[in-house]
């Protein structure tokens, strides 16, 4: 051993010093080599320490660095020179003069040497140890998690299976196979038949959304695999069918029938009433008949569909007795039990893409493929053997949005993903800032990357607006869930459909958004593929188009804000419609006086009924400014033309709409913690933080309109600094509280 060689000591703080850097170049070694020999040391023991193609290990580094520290300080030697010497047992003149000149040849003589040495010492120590949480997570985890924590404490059980773990080494065909066995161990567990009360006594669709937001934690290929299967295809059977689909239904959640969910088109995604596949009933076979007229109706981006579906719910222009019913979804068999495509049906793979390599995505023609009447899914509209066509929904339009309508449990369980991954995100990057060293004042300790204000900025209001999506999501589910079992509500279905489409769009948008900002702020961690970064950006990215396209689910959210307009628009009574808005914004709109504008103490700014109140005033003067837009158009345009001049100003409003929904669904939660005043009060920063935060994104618009003037919005800005200095002593409580598996996280934030 080289610290037990008495002949190599004086060279251990030259040696340690030149692998300070992290590399030992060969003139470096062989410099060394000489002097070792000159004073007559084991060259054996120095050999692990002078091979730049194998460099001592980091726990050797940091052991050496502690003996070196500790003897510097008794010894109160002042270079490396003199350490070395104060090591030695017979120190002489002789000795000092090879040393020294081993130390100049190693440019390693500067005078502070040895109180760098200390502090790099003091930094190597600790570095690697991550700092504890400041409070015990658990009491927010069982907030955060109050409904459904037995489900998914249940997937994470499963999940805890070594069969569940990832391979970096696999093909496309390995990774799908791979996806496609966790997915049958998923439905095995049940978790596929608990979404839903027809397979399961104790089912609901809050189960399901938790067990597809805890899947999303380990893998998001596997949680879209999930949504295909569970969620998309047999939740179409279920939304769309009657009593004679429920077989489908069960096969379909048991994994017995893999299937895909057949609606959008090459040539028309978001645009679903032109979908071009059409369905025409041939009355002598009672059969319909599909048929994919052009290159650009064939099925586009299906999971499931180029390697394990066997069949699909396929959406399709409905033609009975030569009429055109519009848009109607039917099962269609697309392969046999081995495998093998059946007649008329031709599938291809999408082929490679941004992520998601464990989920076949395919293309899908039809040429005359013949399905039984029994196939169509008839909860709305039914055919006859003799050809007549009925349906309870008069209007082709209600009836198309009522079909559509059904299916919302998709934009919600995309949404849950979307918290999920950026949970994993934000408990990676901020358990590695309370362990990553960098920087810090002249012989002292290095800090950890978390104190620096700009490093708390990027990630500590990720994490409130983490938390806050999450409670919204929470509440959005709870209600889908309560409207599904109580039956129809047209007004509480467009109200839910509206906040399913702003809270997918804002989810997703954030979790992008949080990736990105998390995988910067682990720097080359966060680039390295075990650290999940990579993975989790290329597989989500797809969410912000997925189950709808972002920006044109919040063009819908503004016209559902505006059912009212729209109503009155198709009759051209809008001149009552604008009155409604002034008359509601005088009573909905924010004081804008002087005094109010301008204040700035920290009691006001962060006053949650005031983050609230400003919220809602910008969704109410959108509101107003959008109809009278509108108004102005209307005289001289059609509707549509007039909705696309004001597109910009609509996604505003929805945008505004969604922070509100978001900040009040917050607040309402925060009201119902009912665990300890340590961690309560870390929650009520954190509310206040996110709030305060809000307002400031939006400082442009509140500053143009007269809602806060330049000296407040500094002040917000100041305000939001200050509270993320006083979370940062709790940031790794909040993101532990995530419960995030470990095996779920890279490797750099693992205790």
Not at 167 to 181: G, P, V
Not at 292 to 300: N, Q
């Amino acid at each position: 051993m080289l610290q037990t060689d008495p002949r190599a000591l004086p060279l251990l703080p030259l040696i340690y010093m030149a692998w300070a850097d992290g590399s030992l170049a060969p003139t470096e070694a062989a410099l060394i080599r000489d002097a070792a020999q000159a004073l007559d040391a084991d060259p054996a023991a120095l050999d692990r320490w002078l091979d730049p193609q194998a460099p001592p290990t980091t726990a050797d580094l940091h052991a050496l660095a502690e003996a070196l520290a500790r003897r510097a300080e008794d010894a109160a030697a002042g270079d490396l020179v003199a350490l070395g010497l104060a090591l030695a047992p017979d120190a002489n003149d002789a000795l000092a003069e090879k040393v020294q000149t081993l130390a100049d040849a190693l440019g390693l003589d500067a005078p502070d040497a040895v109180s760098d040495l200390v502090s790099v010492d003091a930094r190597g120590a600790d570095f690697g140890r991550m700092q504890p949480a400041s409070l015990d997570p658990a009491p927010i985890t069982a907030w955060l998690e109050r409904h459904r924590p037995a489900d998914r404490a249940a997937v994470r059980a499963l999940l805890a299976d070594e069969a569940f773990t990832h391979r970096a080494d696999l093909r496309i065909d390995e990774k799908r196979a791979q996806t496609l066995d966790w997915l049958k161990r998923v439905a095995d567990a049940g978790i596929g038949r608990q979404g839903y009360r027809e397979t399961d006594p104790e089912g609901a669709l809050t189960r399901f959304v938790a067990a597809f937001e805890t899947l999303a934690e380990f893998d998001v290929g596997l949680t879209v695999k999930a949504g295909v299967q569970f969620g998309l295809f047999a939740g179409s059977v279920r939304a769309l069918g009657t009593e004679k689909h429920r077989g489908v239904l069960r096969d379909a959640v048991d994994m017995k029938l893999p299937g895909c969910f057949a609606m959008t088109e090459r040539g028309h995604g978001s645009n679903v009433r032109a979908l071009e596949t059409t369905a025409t009933y041939d009355a002598e076979r009672d059969v319909f008949v599909v048929q994919t007229p052009d290159d650009f109706a064939r099925k586009e981006w299906i999971g499931n569909a180029a390697r394990d579906g066997r069949i699909a719910t396929v959406f399709a222009q409905l033609v009975v007795g030569g009429v055109s019913r519009g848009v109607h979804a039917l099962l269609v068999p697309l392969r046999d039990d081995a495998g093998q495509l059946l007649p008329g049906i031709r599938i291809a793979d999408c082929g490679p893409k941004m992520g998601l390599d464990g989920v076949d995505n395919g293309q899908i023609w039809f040429d005359g493929v013949t399905v039984p009447r029994d196939n169509l899914l008839d909860r709305f509209a039914q055919v006859h053997p003799d050809g007549t066509y009925h349906s309870d929904i008069a209007s082709d339009g209600k009836r198309f949005f009522t079909m559509l309508g059904t299916l919302v449990g998709g934009r919600v369980s995309v949404a849950g993903a979307a918290v999920s991954v950026s949970r994993v995100a934000l408990a990676t990057a901020t358990r590695y800032a309370v362990r990553r060293r960098q920087f810090g004042g002249k012989g002292g300790q290095e800090w950890q990357i978390l104190d620096y204000p700009s490093h708390q900025r990027r990630l500590i209001p990720r994490i409130a607006a983490t938390y806050a999506i999450s409670f919204a999501q929470d509440a959005l589910a709870r209600d889908w869930e309560a409207l599904d079992a109580g039956g129809e509500d047209d007004a509480a279905s467009r109200e839910l459909e509206a906040r399913a489409a702003a809270l997918k769009s804002m989810a997703t948008w954030h979790a992008t958004d949080v990736i990105q900002e998390c995988r910067e702020a682990c720097g080359g961690q966060g680039y390295a593929a075990h650290n999940r970064f990579a993975a989790l950006k290329a597989d989500s990215d797809i969410f912000t188009t997925f189950e709808g396209d972002n920006t044109v689910l919040m063009q819908l959210v503004a016209r559902a804000l505006l059912t009212e307009f729209t109503r009155q628009f198709a009759d051209s009574r809008v001149f009552g419609l604008v009155r409604h808005f002034a008359g509601r914004m005088v009573d909905a709109v924010f004081d804008r006086n002087p005094f109010v504008t301008a204040r700035t103490d920290a009691e006001h700014l962060r006053d949650p009924a005031w983050h609230a109140e400003l919220l809602a005033a910008r969704q109410a003067d959108l509101t107003h400014s959008l109809g009278m837009r509108l108004q102005k158009r209307l005289a001289r345009m059609p509707a549509f033309e007039a909705f696309a001049e004001v597109q910009n100003h609509a996604l505003n409003l929805a945008d505004a709409y969604a922070e509100r929904r978001v900040l009040d669904a917050f607040q309402r939660a925060f009201e119902a913690f009912e665990g300890p005043d340590a961690q309560r009060a870390v929650l009520d920063r954190l509310v206040r933080l996110h709030g305060l935060y809000a307002i400031e994104k939006g400082r442009a618009w509140f500053l143009e309109n007269g809602y806060l003037d330049g000296g407040k919005a500094r002040a917000v800005c100041s305000e939001v600094d200050t509270l993320c200095a006083e979370l940062r002593p709790d940031a790794r409580t909040l993101v532990d509280a995530f419960a995030v598996p470990e095996k779920c996280l890279g490797p750099i934030a693992r205790s």
